[in-house]
Nanobody
Framework: VQLQASGGGLVQAGGSLRLSCAAS??????MGWFRQAPGKEREFVAA????????YYEDSVKGRFTISRDNAKNTAWLQMDSLKPEDTAVYSC??????????????????WGQGTQVTVSS
């Protein structure tokens, strides 16, 4: 199983980016996005359940980021709008079948994609 993340780049504050995460071979119950800024621990950003009906966000991105998925394509997306310099980080996607209560815990995800750099200039 491989997860392929893409879509990062350099954008000005207030701009938008859309990250993609393609999973090969399997559909997972949960897909999530995490980010890691320099000198900081990897933190939860967003997660989505298999049905696509249930989504979860870190407080600082609520209302600005939207996670979605297409199970037929085994792909999840993270639409990031109104980006801020503090959103600058390496973003990684993850997949797993863990219980609902564990979606914010990075250690419960089974598979990880490579990171993609997001840089927001002020």
């Amino acid at each position: 199983v491989q997860l392929q993340a893409s879509g990062g780049g350099l954008v000005q504050a207030g701009g938008s980016l859309r990250l993609s995460c393609a999973a090969s071979g399997r559909t997972f119950n949960n897909m999530g996005w995490f980010r890691q800024a320099p000198g900081k621990e990897r933190e939860f950003v967003a997660a989505i359940r298999r049905s696509g009906l249930y989504t979860y966000y870190e407080d600082s991105v609520k209302g600005r980021f939207t996670i979605s998925r297409d199970n037929a394509k085994n792909t999840a997306w993270l639409q990031m709008d109104s980006l801020k310099p503090e959103d600058t980080a390496v973003y990684s996607c993850a997949a797993g079948n863990q219980p609902l209560g564990s979606l914010r815990n990075r250690s419960t995800y089974t598979y990880w994609g490579q990171g993609t750099q997001v840089t927001v200039s002020s």
